[in-house]
Nanobody, 122 residues
Framework: QVQLVESGGGLVQAGGSLRLSCAAS????????MGWYRQAPGEQRQLVAT???????SYADSVKGRFTISRDSAKNTVYLQMNNLKPEDTAVYYC????????????????WGQGTQVTVSS
C-alpha cells in the first residue's frame, strides 16, 4: 500500500504563489507517473500536471507557463509550484501516483492523496 499526503494549500491573493507538496510513504517498487489534479465545487476533477519517472512533464493549457511540477526522488515527494495564481485556480488539489508496490505486482495501481484546498481571492 502507498499513502500520499498533500500539503501547502491555503488562501492567497490573485497574482500570488503557493507550492504544494505530496509525500509518499509505504511500499513503492516502481513509479510510472505522478500527477496533480484539481476539483472545483460542482465540477469534475481535472488533470493539472504530470511528471513521469523519467522526468517528462505535461500541463493543462490553463496552467502552462504558471505552474511547474517537479519531484525529489530521495524524499519520495512531488511538488507543484503555482505562480501568478488566478481566482479560477481555486479548487481542492489532489496528487495521484501510478506505482507498483512490489516486484510481484504485475500492473501499476493509482493512489490518491486526501486533497489540499487552494483558494485564490480576487
Amino acid at each position: 500500500q502507498v499513502q500520499l499526503v498533500e500539503s501547502g494549500g491555503g488562501l492567497v491573493q490573485a497574482g500570488g504563489s503557493l507550492r504544494l507538496s505530496c509525500a509518499a510513504s509505504g511500499s513503492i517498487f516502481s513509479i510510472n507517473v505522478m500527477g496533480w489534479y484539481r476539483q472545483a465545487p460542482g465540477e469534475q476533477r481535472q488533470l493539472v500536471a504530470t511528471i513521469t519517472n523519467g522526468g517528462r512533464t505535461s500541463y493543462a493549457d490553463s496552467v502552462k507557463g504558471r505552474f511547474t511540477i517537479s519531484r525529489d526522488s530521495a524524499k519520495n515527494t512531488v511538488y507543484l509550484q503555482m505562480n501568478n495564481l488566478k481566482p479560477e485556480d481555486t479548487a481542492v488539489y489532489y496528487c495521484n501516483w501510478n506505482v507498483r508496490s512490489s516486484k510481484q505486482q504485475i500492473s501499476y495501481q493509482y493512489y490518491w492523496g486526501q486533497g489540499t484546498q487552494v483558494t485564490v481571492s480576487s
